[in-house]
């Protein structure tokens, strides 16, 4: 007991978080600025998703180059095809899989959602492996029964036919910050 005591201790001491740094790592986001300058994207911000972490646990990011910083975080469900459970994520790209698809996305176009805090953006998926998105009407949107806040260990499901989708609170936040942008957004689904 007192070397558990003496290690969180240790970690207050010294900004320690657990999981702290299972966030975004520089790879991912030297990658996700070099992709929005190739593709003449705004290079302001990013928005990540990492799948790989568990689903009650803050997954989306959004991350402005400028800042160096994560300036807004929250849950995000997954989609429920494909034999996906609330601890395992099942990707594809197929029509009618209601499965969430990996890859970079455009984020562009802001348009009436009767989920959530009722505003939607349209997603264009940019890679093989996502370049169905728009057809299988995968946007990014709210829904509200998501929590605002990491509910782990418990688990977030079942809200979702393939989109990202957020606590309406996020959304709000989203909302306003691609309001004010002129090109399109990145937005990278990774696991």
Not at 118 to 137: D, L
């Amino acid at each position: 007991m007192q070397k558990l005591s003496a290690l969180l201790l240790l970690f207050t001491l010294f900004g320690f978080k657990p999981d702290a740094n299972k966030k975004i790592s520089a790879d991912k986001i030297n990658e996700a600025l070099a992709f929005c300058k190739k593709n003449n994207m705004d290079t302001s911000i990013a928005i990540m998703v990492d799948m790989s972490i568990h689903s009650g646990k803050n997954r989306f990011f959004v991350y402005d180059f400028k800042q160096k910083a994560i300036t807004v975080e929250g849950l995000c469900a997954h989609g429920v095809g494909g034999g996906s459970t609330p601890t395992k994520v099942i990707f594809s790209n197929k029509v009618g899989s209601y499965c969430t698809s990996l890859g970079k996305y455009k984020v562009k176009g802001r348009a009436y959602s009767n989920w959530g805090i009722n505003v939607h953006y349209k997603m264009y998926g940019m890679e093989e492996s996502n370049n169905n998105a728009f057809k299988r009407i995968v946007v990014l949107h709210s829904y509200s029964p998501v929590p605002d806040h990491e509910i782990y260990p418990q688990t977030l499901f079942g809200q979702s036919a393939g989109c990202p989708v957020l606590a309406d609170a996020v959304m709000r936040k989203i909302d306003a910050l691609l309001k004010t942008k002129k090109k399109s957004v990145l937005l990278w689904i990774y696991s």
